[in-house]
């Protein structure tokens, strides 16, 4: 666990708070996004166990503490800040919404309670862990919408920002309803079903692509995935189909998969092997898979790397981590954030899941229910109290298995791979809403009225 | 370091190299890009630290190869393969261009050259370090070029893809020309200056923005950087000015800083605060930075975020790992792809820059010379050899100081932020052109005669 993994003025900012006698201040963040970025209509909420871990595990080691020392940001710090990190221990609550759930603009996806300083550090890696995996895992969700039931596998390491980025994309992506990915290191860490068979350096790496065919179906058997377009794609599929049994099937990698897939379902065919599948790879993403489906092109599984790995549409998710609450010396005031389109609602949070509509409320509120109508899902969970986690965290499997079964029940217009406006509707509590009121009204410099966010 | 963070068929290749008895087999691998990103018309090769870190202490542990031995894709490997992965160690040679090297499309960034199975498992790693590291040295070479000499720092890590991408790009930036980061770590594990005072939350805690500012003052004194946009940014500034010295200066994040910045520069310049700085953050990218140069506005320094560590404009490079010779028994085979859009050139390579081009010709060749010319520069040097590292690698510094200094020479069309057509003219050696000519008349099965690529 790297403890200085993150923004220096976390740290800088806890050394203050020290400084101030604010440590024993209690403290209340929220991490949601504001503006979903570019066709999303939901997000699936993901990164939770490394959030999880992270947060048991943050220790500053004598070396870090050392380093922070010698910098100029800290020669007016008081020592007792660094005593302060030498035994740190996050001691504080985390409530979450489950992996695999669907979030919309606004509501929160993690609240941290804790002293002020265990609540700021966490700030940055909390935010590069559950916004990427959440932005991974909506990218995949996506894919797997389009491709209509057709397997999708994630292929996308070598473009990830960094390995470790190509391990959590796999997890994330599987999460998001992939069957799998490349990463060997996400299967291992996670298990996560793994796929793979070969690449163009070891056909190019035999004399003839035939003996590097034949080489594969030895070591590989009815799990033999002959990767065709190395040299001519029709030949390779025709050098595949002369191998016969046994046979998974063949992977097109370039070209123009409207005229080779049907081709080369043709020749699969002519050879008497129809149960052989076609695998689809090539700078593939949900807008081209969509186009296949429409098309009924005969391709039988999707492998995605560069658009899934990087969500190379929307790379990155403006989620934020703001403070909401703080109670010093027991008393308790509610904060907000009103710079111009940056503003923050007041107060801790709780998202109620009606069957349709959410309402963000108070924590602790009570929704008004119409007569007979089903109790609201409450999405956000206790997950770790007085810094020990409550019980253990369902693992991807039940994460990604939660993740179908949560977006079933949400209309098209939710699922569609395009935005639209409104497409869920999202309500404010009145409790929450007097909240910010009752803020605003007591700013005494607000340069204009401000709406609801 | 994680061995199996790599995508399982450079796993099942290895696997089938050892059944087909090709281990003694020496390949060499060449990672270059094809084409450009979006409005590139160079990059900066960055990575090549981590790059010979992987390659050196690549080792597979027992529970490791546990692993492998129980997935369904190794059930026929041969029992050597695992015993092989017992005792790897990269063996071989890795030629690379130094880091913060400008380079161009299809220039190898590195070549590896070592039996077969030691240089295919790499390519994952190779691609996901230097392929991340140098799209983000290129895109802080941008960003810095549009600054126009005002100071730039990287303030990206929360939206990094992944904790770990973020100490990454942190040091990428840096090599690209950025005066630091916010980033701990990297600090911490790479000597690169770090930067950064307080958030919003800082000022949310205090009951007031006044009580905010006072504290940071005592905490860091002249390094004391107001966040002036919490409530509103101009009676911020005034806050801010009411203090008086020590200050370094403002930071603005939100709202029009074309009108902003004047505003708040005279707020400082009326309290006699000429020397205090205004700096900017809050979704910057080089575009925007260029039209506030443009503009004159009176910003002394640039917090970049997302933009820089997500290359948000082009966020992933087609990086590619490509065999190009493989020796099997003493005789050696060049070896080209040739599917449409995605052929590669044969034969191991060197580029040679002048002073107005670039050749990219093959390894070892003698450049005919115009009489009087100078030497042109050899961009790809030996970097390992059988295994062990030549010589010490240039540190950060020192790959940020040569970033500076070779892009100094290129013309402004090289360096402008959009797209110019044979920005920089890179030509193939007739030797190479010769080799390619020879392997393309060899095939006896070519669609169509193909255009060097």
């Given at each position: 666990?790297n403890?200085?993994?993150?923004?220096l003025y976390?740290?800088?900012?806890?050394?203050g708070y020290v400084?101030?006698?604010k440590?024993?201040?209690i403290?209340?963040?929220e991490?949601f996004?504001?503006?979903?970025?570019?066709?999303?209509n939901y997000?699936?909420?993901?990164?939770?166990?490394?959030?999880?871990?992270?947060?048991?595990n943050?220790?500053?080691t004598?070396?870090?503490?050392g380093?922070l020392?010698?910098?100029?940001?800290?020669?007016r710090a008081?020592?007792?800040?660094?005593e302060?990190?030498?035994?740190?221990r996050f001691?504080?609550?985390?409530?979450?919404v489950?992996?695999?759930?669907?979030v919309?603009p606004?509501?929160?996806l993690l609240?941290v309670?804790a002293p002020?300083v265990?609540?700021q550090?966490?700030e940055?890696?909390?935010l590069?862990?559950?916004g990427f995996?959440?932005?991974?895992a909506?990218?995949?969700a996506?894919?797997?919408?389009?491709?209509?039931?057709?397997s999708v596998?994630?292929?996308g390491t070598?473009?990830?920002?960094?390995?470790?980025a190509?391990?959590?994309?796999?997890?994330?992506?599987?999460?998001?309803g992939?069957?799998?990915?490349?990463?060997?290191?996400?299967?291992y860490?996670?298990?996560?079903p793994?796929?793979?068979?070969a690449?163009?350096s070891?056909v190019q790496?035999?004399?003839?692509?035939?003996?590097?065919?034949?080489?594969?179906?030895?070591?590989l058997?009815?799990?033999?995935v002959?990767?065709?377009?190395?040299?001519?794609s029709?030949?390779?599929?025709r050098?595949?189909?002369?191998?016969?049994?046994?046979?998974?099937g063949v992977r097109l990698?370039?070209?123009?998969?409207?005229e080779l897939?049907?081709?080369?379902r043709g020749?699969?065919?002519?050879?008497?092997?129809?149960d052989?599948?076609?695998?689809a790879t090539?700078?593939?993403?949900?807008?081209?898979?969509?186009?296949?489906?429409?098309?009924?092109?005969p391709i039988?599984?999707?492998?995605v790397?560069?658009a899934?790995a990087?969500?190379?549409?929307a790379?990155?998710l403006?989620?934020v981590?703001k403070?909401?609450e703080?109670a010093?010396?027991?008393?308790?005031?509610?904060?907000?954030?009103?710079?111009?389109?940056?503003?923050?609602?007041?107060?801790?949070k709780?998202?109620?899941?009606?069957?349709?509509?959410d309402?963000i409320?108070?924590?602790g509120?009570c929704?008004?229910?119409?007569?007979?109508?089903d109790?609201?899902?409450?999405?956000?969970?206790p997950?770790?109290v007085?810094?020990?986690l409550?019980?253990?965290?369902?693992?991807?499997?039940?994460?990604?298995?939660?993740?179908?079964?949560?977006?079933?029940?949400?209309?098209?217009l939710?699922?569609?791979?395009?935005?639209?406006?409104?497409?869920?509707?999202?309500?404010?509590?009145?409790?929450?809403?007097?909240?910010?009121?009752?803020?605003q009204?007591?700013?005494?410099f607000?340069?204009?009225?401000?709406?609801?966010?």
């Amino acid at each position: 666990m790297n403890a200085l993994s993150t923004d220096l003025y976390q740290l800088t900012m806890a050394a203050g708070y020290v400084q101030a006698g604010k440590t024993g201040d209690i403290a209340t963040f929220e991490l949601f996004v504001r503006h979903f970025p570019f066709n999303r209509n939901y997000l699936i909420a993901a990164g939770l166990e490394q959030v999880v871990d992270y947060l048991l595990n943050l220790r500053f080691t004598g070396e870090e503490i050392g380093y922070l020392r010698g910098l100029s940001q800290f020669k007016r710090a008081p020592s007792e800040f660094f005593e302060y990190l030498a035994r740190f221990r996050f001691t504080g609550d985390l409530f979450a919404v489950p992996e695999g759930t669907p979030v919309f603009p606004g509501e929160p996806l993690l609240t941290v309670r804790a002293p002020l300083v265990e609540a700021q550090i966490p700030e940055t890696y909390l935010l590069a862990t559950a916004g990427f995996q959440s932005m991974i895992a909506t990218k995949a969700a996506r894919i797997v919408e389009a491709a209509r039931g057709k397997s999708v596998v994630e292929f996308g390491t070598r473009r990830a920002h960094s390995p470790e980025a190509g391990v959590f994309a796999g997890r994330a992506a599987y999460i998001g309803g992939c069957q799998g990915t490349s990463n060997t290191e996400s299967g291992y860490r996670f298990g996560i079903p793994v796929f793979g068979t070969a690449a163009h350096s070891w056909v190019q790496s035999f004399p003839s692509e035939s003996q590097a065919f034949e080489q594969l179906q030895k070591l590989l058997g009815e799990a033999a995935v002959y990767l065709i377009d190395t040299y001519d794609s029709l030949q390779g599929a025709r050098t595949a189909a002369s191998l016969g049994r046994p046979i998974w099937g063949v992977r097109l990698d370039s070209g123009n998969m409207r005229e080779l897939a049907p081709a080369v379902r043709g020749i699969l065919d002519a050879a008497g092997l129809r149960d052989a599948k076609i695998m689809a790879t090539g700078d593939l993403d949900e807008y081209k898979i969509l186009e296949l489906i429409a098309n009924d092109v005969p391709i039988d599984s999707f492998g995605v790397g560069t658009a899934l790995a990087t969500s190379s549409d929307a790379p990155n998710l403006s989620a934020v981590y703001k403070i909401v609450e703080i109670a010093s010396n027991g008393e308790k005031r509610y904060t907000a954030k009103f710079s111009p389109d940056k503003n923050t609602m007041p107060g801790a949070k709780q998202v109620f899941r009606f069957a349709d509509r959410d309402v963000i409320g108070c924590q602790g509120e009570c929704m008004p229910l119409p007569r007979g109508a089903d109790e609201p899902e409450v999405l956000l969970r206790p997950i770790i109290v007085k810094g020990e986690l409550l019980e253990p965290l369902p693992d991807v499997h039940q994460a990604r298995k939660h993740c179908r079964e949560a977006l079933k029940p949400f209309p098209s217009l939710v699922k569609t791979l395009f935005t639209r406006e409104n497409a869920w509707r999202v309500e404010y509590s009145r409790e929450l809403a007097k909240l910010w009121g009752g803020l605003q009204s007591a700013r005494d410099f607000s340069p204009a009225p401000m709406e609801l966010p």
